[in-house]
T-cell receptor
Framework: GAVVSQHPSWVICKSGTSVKIECRSLDFQATTMFWYRQFPKQSLMLMAT?????????EQGVEKDKFLINHASLTLSTLTVTSAHPEDSSFYIC??????????????FGQGTRLTVV | GQSLEQPSEVTAVEGAIVQINCTYQ??????LSWYQQHDGGAPTFLSY????GLEETGRFSSFLSRSDSYGYLLLQELQMKDSASYFCAVKSFQKLVFGTGTRLLVSP
């Protein structure tokens, strides 16, 4: 299947600093990628839809000025958590679907990034 | 709003069969998927139903009834490695919306 790579797998940062997370589709082009956040023992909550060459679409309640998304190429989307606070500590996961027949069926996920803000 | 409800936890023993249910209420429906997620890992795709009926993939089967907004994942011949969280998910327009998740604990 298609491969989505996410980096870093974990990061610890100080309160008030910014952290950038990268999501790459390695063997296909993804015009759309998705960013999720998952708190311990909870479900994946969609934060935003990242669109190549245009602005991201944010879900209700997600601050777009705090979670900056850039999708500058067909294989790379980045999520920047700005002015991070301890409550932003979570597991962030990106996802993409391979264009074509499988687009409606299977989504591929990055390995996830465990963010801890101290 | 959109909601996908699952039981929070299911326990079973090795070799048994377990069924994880999912009832959904979404705007726009393009099919029901199932994903497995081990602690600290990424979700991995298990199965997909676009039409009513049963889909079988090895030890895993998935069922969908669109008229009842209901589906289930059936896991047979349970193994210890099946201990994980399982999520149903609905493709609603462009988005993939996940269920509340079911933690499956398999004991010897």
């Amino acid at each position: 299947g298609a491969v989505v790579s996410q980096h870093p797998s974990w990061v610890i940062c100080k309160s008030g600093t910014s952290v950038k997370i990268e999501c790459r589709s390695l063997d296909f082009q993804a015009t759309t990628m998705f960013w999720y956040r998952q708190f311990p023992k909870q479900s994946l909550m969609l934060m935003a839809t990242s669109n190549e060459g245009s602005k991201a679409t944010y879900e209700q309640g997600v601050e777009k000025d705090k979670f900056l998304i850039n999708h500058a190429s067909l294989t790379l989307s980045t999520l920047t958590v700005t002015s991070a606070h301890p409550e932003d500590s979570s597991f962030y996961i990106c996802s993409a679907r391979e264009p074509g027949e499988k687009e409606n069926t299977e989504a591929f996920f990055g390995q996830g990034t465990r963010l801890t803000v101290v | 709003g959109q909601s996908l409800e699952q039981p929070s936890e299911v326990t079973a023993v090795e070799g048994a069969i377990v069924q994880i249910n999912c009832t959904y209420q979404t705007s726009g429906f393009y099919g029901l998927s199932w994903y497995q997620q081990h602690d600290g890992g990424a979700p991995t795709f298990l199965s997909y139903n676009a039409l009513d009926g049963l889909e079988e993939t090895g030890r895993f089967s998935s069922f969908l009834s669109r008229s009842d907004s209901y589906g289930y994942l059936l896991l047979q011949e349970l193994q210890m490695k099946d201990s994980a969280s399982y999520f149903c998910a609905v493709k609603s327009f462009q988005k993939l919306v996940f269920g509340t998740g079911t933690r499956l604990l398999v004991s010897p």
